[in-house]
């Protein structure tokens, strides 16, 4: 290791319960190695960082064939893709997904971003994403900073890892 | 394995996937002393690995793992 800890700078862009976990787990993680992390969170990446929106976060099968069927054990019973626009089938998949997600013990969206605030993740609001979607401050965690992409690139210029989420 | 190793803390990640372990044996070396040893139990086989990652990349030293069953125990010594 150098004098200075080794940086972790993400974008994270998407604002589905299954995309919402892949930067949080790698913000979490390096800052237990003693990174600096940070996060910027812009256009629907944003409601991960809003009181309200977070607590609705949904995973949708429509075109994304990977989803299993309802029952593993029956493979036959896979919906076909096109079903994925009946009512109901976003929240059934997003049901799904938290079952899984409680069954392997994994923390929620919220208790991981939790973890991030406890760890001094930064947690960038993307300001341009704020003015279009009319979201303010008050609307997002109080450990949300409101930033532009000048922000962002002054922390991610100094970063050893960056990554597009 | 070390038996004269004297361990400070026992922390159960059985049956816990990636990040919650490094969560919280971060959170657990933290609140020990330097040279004081942290004794961490897991069942996920990714954690064979990220141990390793994890003493490269804090410089906290794994002084001894070994494996019974599917647990995987490692201990781990505050370096600085």
Redesign the interface.
Known sequence: ?GDRP?RLAMVASKGTLDMAYPPL??A??A?????ETGIFFTFYGLDLLHKERIKHLQVSPIGNPAMPPPLPAIPALKVPNLLGVLPGMTAMATMMMQGWMAK????TVQEMLD?CVD?DVKLFACATTMGVMGIKQADLIPAAQCAGATTFLDFAGDASVSLFI | MNTAVKIAQTLDCK??????P??K???AVKAIQVGEVVEMLATDPGSVPDMDA?QR???HEIVSRDQQGDVFRFLVRKTK
Do not use: D, Y
Not at chain 1, 31 to 35: F, K, T, V
Not at chain 2, 15 to 20: F, I, K, Q, S
């Open positions: 290791m080794k787990i790698l979490t993680t800052a237990s190695m003693g990174w392997a013990k994994m923390p973890l760890a | 049956g816990l996937l990636c990040p919650v490094i969560i044996l971060a959170k994890f990349q804090t410089g």
